[in-house]
Nanobody, 119 residues
């Protein structure tokens, strides 16, 4: 069973920063794509960033590009999301997810962590 556990959510004022962390089981190393999604109230879940454990293949949605940075730390088994310049519209539950490279869907999910940005 597994093993993706998010932490680091909270409340912050607009313009502030938060760093989310996802502790990942070692089974996800190597041939997995790691991602962060978010879901705001009344909206569909949105893919906002993804990467592989090796450098060079990152994706960002237009809504977060230039403000958020996804990274991996193989020594700590974590996938991190540094969020700067937060806006009220970034308020959502943030989820860590994983899939193998050839999969279309993300079958593995964390429980989510709430991020609230006040104006």
């Amino acid at each position: 069973q597994v093993q993706l556990v998010e932490s680091g959510g909270g409340s912050v004022q607009a313009g502030g920063s938060l760093r989310l962390s996802c502790a990942a089981d070692r089974r996800f190393f190597g041939n997995y794509v790691m991602a962060w999604f978010r879901q705001a109230p009344g909206k569909e879940r949105e893919l906002i960033a993804s990467c592989t454990w090796s450098a060079g293949t990152e994706y960002y949605s237009n809504s977060v590009k230039g403000r958020f940075t996804i990274s991996t730390d193989s020594a700590k088994n974590t996938v991190n999301l540094q969020m700067n310049g937060l806006k009220p519209e970034d308020t959502a539950v943030y989820y860590c997810a994983a899939k193998q490279h050839l999969q279309y869907e993300y079958p593995y999910w964390g429980q989510g962590t709430q991020v609230t940005v006040s104006s």
